[in-house]
Every structure is written in structure tokens, then in C-alpha cells.
């Protein structure tokens, strides 16, 4: 695919992020029924003046219990909200960022081995083989940042936990395949990461789109944006919600990447649902942030 067009109405869309499926994606359009959650038209004033403060876009957020869902795939306790805004407070007077790649926060401590654990009920060998493979994604590239899978019988303590869900629906009515914690607090990855067991059961057989998809949501948990942050009909072409966010507060762009997105990045907010292997740029990004041994 070498053009913006890259999507028919029935596409793939990631409704992610940061509790950030796909290619990379969290949303599938289609009309299967699910559980109806709240769009951001049932907000308070007082939660869209919370959120828009945090640097996120208002548009289309999903209030979940305990937290709200922004941008697509990224769920936020009031707590993170709460964090967010101080830390874009103390940005206001450093001037506006560029577009962005990636959030202010990242992993620390490299060089670093990321733990990442299973725990999927009826879909654990589905969801074992797909993490797998996009963990091997990530360690051909011989970064400082390593993960490594655990058994699901492992007594350590794992960074990212991977857990199967039914989640619902988005306001648009797509169903949402993949979503992740956040992006990283204190210097570790955000967990856990919540896929479809519904979309992903113990009978999906697309093992490398299913990688995609948790590579995509690793992604956002290690500190990644949506490739296509400042305008996302560029992957999803219908999106009603163009823009994540306003200035890129908070959203850095990674030196060395198109700008605007670029046609197969796993990190697209939107997707046809094909398998995507980091392209060139995507492994320029990643070994940007966590560069190699």
C-alpha cells in the first residue's frame, strides 16, 4: 500500500492506546453486539477540562469504570490524569512541541529485560504463540530494552501482563480489539494490556496479525504515539476524530521518521487488518528511544 487511501469501510481500526488491534489497530467496524459504554458526549465539563489538560483530545472518549479511554486505545485512572496534567503543566513554558511519535514518558533503567505474562483463560495458546512472535519483533532489533515471555506457571513478577476480555464497542460502533495501561509511569512499562478474547479466541488462526496487534499495544506501553498523532484520517480515512490531541504536548516526534505517518508503520492508528513487521522508519524510531546494545 503506497497511498493515504488505505482503507474501505470495512477496515480494521485501532481504538487504542495507551490501555493502548489491526494492523495496528483497536477497533474492527462491523455489527456484532457487545456492552454499550458511555461516549464522550456523557462527560462533565469537568472531565473533558480534565482530559484536555492531560494533553489528550476530548473526541470520542469511552468512560470506563475506573478510567476513560482516550484517542482510541488508551485507558487513564483519574489518578493518571491527575499526573498527566502536572507534568504538561510544568511543559507550558518550554514552548510548543512538533508533531510526535512518542510521549515524554519512556522506560528507564537500560539496559533493561521487560517481563511480559499470559494470563488469557481459554485463548492462553493463542495469545502465547501471537506474543511471542511480536516479542521476537522487538529483540532482532538488539535494543537496550529486551523482553522476555513467562510461563503462565512463572513465580516472577511480570512488568506487562497480557489479559483476554470482552471490551465492548466504541462510540463509532467498532469493535475494540486491543487495549493497553497507558504509557510508562515511573520508569516501567504500562500494564496490563487487554485484548479481545471474543475477536482473539482459541480458534483465531492469524498468528501474525495478532502479533501486530500486541506489538502495536507494547508499543504504547514502552512510550509510543500512533504514528499518524496529528492527523489520523491519513490510516483511517472515515475517523471523525482527525487529531489526538492538541500542540503535541506530551508527544515528541522522533527525529528520523516521516512526519504525518507513513503506509505499514505498526504504530498507524488504523489498519486494514494485514500483518505489519517493523518497516525501516518504525525500527529507526525504536532505536531512537532504546538504542542498541
Excluded at 495507551?18 to 494492523?23: D, E, L, N, Q, S
Excluded at 504515539?225 to 515528541?252: L, M, Q, W
Aim: with cysteine; hydrophobic share 35%; charged share 20%.
Amino acid at each position: 500500500m503506497k497511498t493515504n487511501n488505505l482503507f474501505n469501510p470495512k477496515t480494521i481500526s485501532l481504538a487504542l492506546l495507551m490501555t493502548i488491534a489491526v494492523v495496528v489497530s483497536c477497533k474492527k467496524n462491523n455489527n456484532s453486539t457487545s456492552a454499550e459504554q458511555n461516549s464522550s458526549s456523557e462527560l462533565t465539563k469537568e472531565e473533558k477540562t480534565a482530559i484536555a489538560q492531560a494533553g489528550f483530545s476530548t473526541n470520542m472518549v469511552v468512560k470506563t469504570d475506573g478510567g476513560y479511554l482516550v484517542e482510541g486505545d488508551v485507558f487513564l485512572t483519574p489518578q493518571q490524569l491527575q499526573l498527566q496534567q502536572e507534568f504538561v503543566a510544568g511543559l507550558s513554558d518550554q514552548g510548543p512541541k512538533t508533531e510526535q511519535y512518542r510521549t515524554t514518558n519512556l522506560v528507564t533503567g537500560l539496559p533493561r529485560v521487560i517481563k511480559i505474562k499470559i494470563d488469557a483463560g481459554t485463548s492462553q495458546t493463542v495469545f502465547t504463540n501471537a506474543t511471542t512472535e511480536a516479542i521476537k519483533r522487538y529483540n532482532d532489533q538488539g535494543l537496550k530494552l529486551s523482553m522476555k515471555l513467562l510461563s503462565s506457571t512463572s513465580t516472577e513478577k511480570a512488568d506487562i501482563v497480557i489479559n483476554g476480555a470482552d471490551l465492548g464497542q466504541s462510540p463509532s460502533g467498532g469493535t475494540i480489539l486491543g487495549q493497553s495501561a497507558g504509557f510508562p509511569s515511573n520508569g516501567n512499562p504500562a500494564t496490563p494490556i487487554k485484548l479481545s478474547s471474543v475477536v482473539y479466541n482459541k480458534d483465531y488462526k492469524n498468528n501474525n496479525v495478532l502479533a501486530t496487534v500486541i506489538a502495536h499495544e507494547i508499543g504504547h506501553a514502552i512510550g509510543f504515539r500512533h504514528t499518524d498523532y496529528a492527523d489520523r484520517t491519513y490510516s483511517c480515512g472515515f475517523d471523525k476524530n482527525p487529531n489526538e490531541g492538541a500542540s503535541g504536548v506530551g508527544a515528541i516526534y522522533i527525529p528520523g521518521t516521516p512526519k504525518g505517518g507513513e503506509p505499514g508503520s505498526f504504530m498507524l492508528a488504523c489498519s486494514d487488518g494485514t500483518n505489519r513487521p517493523f518497516t525501516t522508519s518504525d525500527i529507526v524510531a525504536l532505536k531512537t528511544l532504546y538504542p542498541v546494545k
